[in-house]
């Protein structure tokens, strides 16, 4: 299996310009979530989906963020504009339930700058 | 000057010693606890979970332990190796928001060879 795949693995803007960050989790989890680590606020919970179903966005900062999961094998997280404070490693993970564990699979992530 | 962030605890270890790392969680209503590894450059990794109804769990080199009473965590690695330095983060879940984990600040394990 090729794990948790994101895309762009870095990217770099300028301020006020649209970001779309991509996620593919592995075949057959059917929950994924967005994270956002920074040094100054750790690994932060952004939103998280069951079965394609947005269930807890309370993590996401402001408008400016949105995330989708059209299917099972696809979710974005846009942001639109970008801001300076918005720079940070974005990780999407998958879960999956195994022998009593709830096991998470986090992509290698992507490294957004915006400047 | 100073550096602006979070101040992760750090442990040095050497090559071949146990390593004892500490977290402690926030919500006493907390049933679910996860322990990650996060190399440089990569996602958070799992290692291993306990839920509130036991206070060990063991794999393989490591285990975890909980105390609910005072609300704290360990996970113990044996042997520690080279490979284990990383940061490692503990997270909990409770079962009202299965889904939703709060990490911890994590700690930062350096092994010296």
């Known amino acids: 299996d090729a794990g948790v795949i994101q895309s762009p693995r870095h990217e770099v803007t300028e301020m006020g310009q649209e970001v779309t960050l991509r996620c593919k989790p592995i075949s057959g989890h059917n929950s994924l979530f967005w994270y956002r680590q920074t040094m100054m606020r750790g690994l932060e919970l952004l939103i998280y989906f069951n079965n394609n179903v947005p269930i807890d966005d309370s993590g996401m900062p402001e408008d400016r963020f949105s995330a989708k999961m059209p299917n099972a094998s696809f979710s974005t997280l846009k942001i639109q504009p970008s801001e300076p404070r918005d720079s940070a490693v974005y990780f999407c993970?998958?879960?999956?339930?195994?022998?009593?564990?709830?096991?998470?699979?986090f992509g290698p992530g992507t490294r957004l700058t915006v400047t | 000057g100073e550096s602006v962030g979070l101040h992760l605890p750090t442990l040095s270890v050497q090559e071949g010693d146990n390593s004892i790392i500490n977290c402690a969680y926030s919500n006493s209503a907390s049933d679910y606890f996860i322990w990650y590894k996060q190399e440089s450059g990569k996602g958070p990794q799992f290692i291993i979970d306990i839920r509130s109804n036991m206070d060990k769990r063991q794999g393989q080199r490591v285990t975890v332990l909980l105390n609910k009473t005072v609300k704290h965590l360990s996970l113990q690695i044996a042997a520690t190796q080279p490979g284990d330095s990383a940061v490692y983060f503990c997270a909990e879940n409770d079962n009202t928001n299965a889904g939703k984990s709060t990490f911890g600040d994590g700690t930062t394990l350096t092994v010296k060879p």
């Open positions: 993970a998958s879960r999956t339930y195994r022998d009593g564990s709830y096991e998470q699979y």
